[in-house]
Nanobody, 120 residues
Framework: QVQLVESGGGLVQTGGSLRLSCAASGLTFSSSAMGWFRQAPGKEREFVAA????????NYADSVKGRFTISRDNAKNTVYLQMNNLKPEDPAVYYC?????????????WGQGTLVTVSS
């Protein structure tokens, strides 16, 4: 059974930074493309960033390019999302998932996510 546990969310001021983590189990992590997604209140869940199995290829939503960086540590079965220069439009619950197809189609049921709040 695949488990995805997100952490690292919190309250940060506009322009601040956060680093999210997603610990994965129950899958062959090192051969899985992974993605981050987010869902703001009243909005549909949207793609944020993707990373291929080796970490050599990444893809970002236009809204986060240049500010967010996705990375992974296959030895720890963990994928990260470094978020810099957070903006008022970034608050949401952030989720990770295995990608069914590149770069933005998720495969598994969603975990609990981690909440990011940005104050002005």
């Amino acid at each position: 059974q695949v488990q995805l546990v997100e952490s690292g969310g919190g309250l940060v001021q506009t322009g601040g930074s956060l680093r999210l983590s997603c610990a994965a189990s129950g899958l062959t992590f090192s051969s899985s493309a992974m993605g981050w997604f987010r869902q703001a209140p009243g909005k549909e869940r949207e793609f944020v960033a993707a990373i291929n199995w080796s970490g050599g290829i990444t893809n970002y939503a236009d809204s986060v390019k240049g500010r967010f960086t996705i990375s992974r540590d296959n030895a720890k079965n963990t994928v990260y999302l470094q978020m810099n220069n957070l903006k008022p439009e970034d608050p949401a619950v952030y989720y990770c998932n295995v990608l069914r197809s590149w770069p933005r189609n998720a495969l598994h049921a969603w975990g609990q996510g981690t909440l990011v709040t940005v104050s002005s």
